[in-house]
């Protein structure tokens, strides 16, 4: 099973509003990534953040890490319309094996 | 620098058949990974090649295989084709395990 899910399934917001997104996964991991999906593309990597960090900043996102909960979360400030898309989180669970567990990811619709 | 490159993007096959995709890595990037987006099923972890060798693979069916050429693209095979392969696969480099990946645009599989 995916061993992230993500909370909401989906969101919807004005322009100019900001958005949240929340990631939960169940078992150790070395770090977790956030990716980006326009209707049905490749994933674009937004942002990675390590077991050790708690929180990161990348231009109008900021990830927030919380490995006593296994949570994470991803917010976008002042949205527009293009960052209208599907929204993953992604983590390695331990060890080297290659493998990202996806979850189900948040569909994002950013209205002008 | 040109991004991970997929063929073709996309692809009718009649069931029973046989489809292979291929992928371009980033110059430099060792590592190749494949995932199959199926509707409802999100993303699933398909195979790992790195320095040419099959690293891991998901719990896919021997029917999907692929390999990794020494300029280190690689070829997705999926043999007799079922109705439930219809996806969208994608293929993504990376120099290390650790990092983000850099993901295709994809190869979307129609079986009819």
């Known amino acids: 099973s995916q061993q992230g899910e993500e909370d909401p399934q989906a969101l919807s917001i004005q322009e100019g509003e900001n958005a949240t997104m929340n990631c939960s996964y169940k078992?150790?991991?070395?770090?977790l990534q956030w990716y980006r999906q326009n209707s049905g593309r490749g994933l674009v990597h937004l942002i990675l953040?390590?077991?050790?960090?708690r929180e990161k900043h990348s231009g109008r996102l900021r990830v927030t890490l919380d490995t006593s909960k296994k949570s994470s979360s991803l917010l976008i400030t002042a949205s527009r319309a293009a960052d209208t898309a599907s929204y993953f989180c992604?983590?390695?669970?331990?060890?080297?094996?290659?493998?990202?567990?996806f979850g189900q990811g948040t569909t994002l619709q950013v209205k002008p | 620098e040109a991004g991970v490159t997929q063929s073709p993007t996309h692809l009718i096959k009649t069931r029973g058949q046989q489809a292979t995709l291929r992928c371009s890595p980033i110059s430099g990037h060792t590592s190749v990974y494949w995932y199959q987006q199926a509707l409802g099923l999100g993303l699933q972890f398909l195979l790992w090649y790195d320095e040419g060798e099959e690293r891991n693979r998901g719990n896919f069916p021997p029917r999907f295989s692929g390999r990794q050429f020494p300029n280190y693209s690689s070829e997705l095979n999926v043999n007799a084709l079922e109705l439930e392969d219809s996806a969208l696969y994608l293929c993504?480099?990376?120099?290390?395990w650790g990092a983000g990946y850099t993901f295709g645009s994809g190869t979307r599989l129609t079986v009819v």
């Open positions: 953040i390590r077991s050790n960090e």
């Open positions: 993504a480099s990376s120099f290390i």
């Open positions: 078992t150790s991991i070395n770090n």
């Open positions: 992604a983590t390695d669970g331990s060890g080297n094996t290659g493998k990202l567990i």
